[in-house]
């Protein structure tokens, strides 16, 4: 592998995603190399007991910019999401679900945000100018809401969307605030951006188009209690004081000042 830092890595969380892991690299392969600039593609498989990591692996025989990253058992998308980012070595980290929910074309909105010196470009659905091309199914659509609501509320203040899966990091950004994170479930989101705003580090929001995928593995009542139980923690944080020391996780090196 080579020791130059590509100009983006994309990290992709998959849990059992034998279905559509192929077609999912396939597409951003095919757009990436056509914009002509150095990428990584990292899929972490979170304890995957399907096809999953043979896939990734088959595929990656032939595409060398993609690498598995796996490990058992299944811990959670937070972790998996950490596990990559903190591995990354892209100049910009993007984070996308396996699904494509947000497709990767998408990233051309993000990218002027860093251009012009925001540190994290986020994906959001509830802003008047985003194209929801296919809606979730309104119970879910309207607990999103009300979750973000109390997201708002205690932890991650004039976020609209804190957990659309298609975020975009500079590499010191993606290091400095997931280095911090321990939440190891689907709240990783709005932790993530709670530690992004205690460090100062400036927020977009950013509208973009969007697709409700079938086989989402959020379920509604247990993980959302989890999810309001994290809140409660993460608050808790906040009111010891600021962001907490960095505590480097084994065998990953600290990023090249930039």
Known sequence: MSEIAPRLSVVIPAYNE????????????????????????????????????SLVQRFAATHPQVQLLAYQPNRGKGYAVRYGILRARGERVLFSDADLATPIEELEKLE???????????????????QLVVRQPFYREIAGR????????LAVRGIHDTQCGFKLFTRKAAYDIFSRC????????????????RLGYPIAEVPIRWMH????????????LRMLRDLVWLRLQARRGAARPQVKPAGV??????
């Open 18 to 53: 034998e279905t559509r892991i192929e077609h999912t690299l396939q597409r951003i392969v095919e757009y990436l190399n056509g914009r002509g600039e150095t990428y990584e593609i990292l899929v972490v498989s979170d304890g995957s007991t399907d096809a999953t990591e």
């Open 112 to 130: 002027p945000y860093l251009d012009r010196g925001y540190a994290i470009a986020i994906g959001s659905r509830p802003l008047r100018e985003s």
């Open 146 to 153: 009300l979750f973000n609501k109390v997201v708002q509320l």
């Open 182 to 197: 321990r939440l190891d479930g689907f709240s990783f989101d709005f932790e993530s951006l709670f530690y992004a705003q």
């Open 213 to 224: 995928q079938e086989g989402s593995k959020v379920r509604l009542l247990r993980d959302g």
């Open 253 to 258: 090196k600290s990023p090249p000042e930039q």
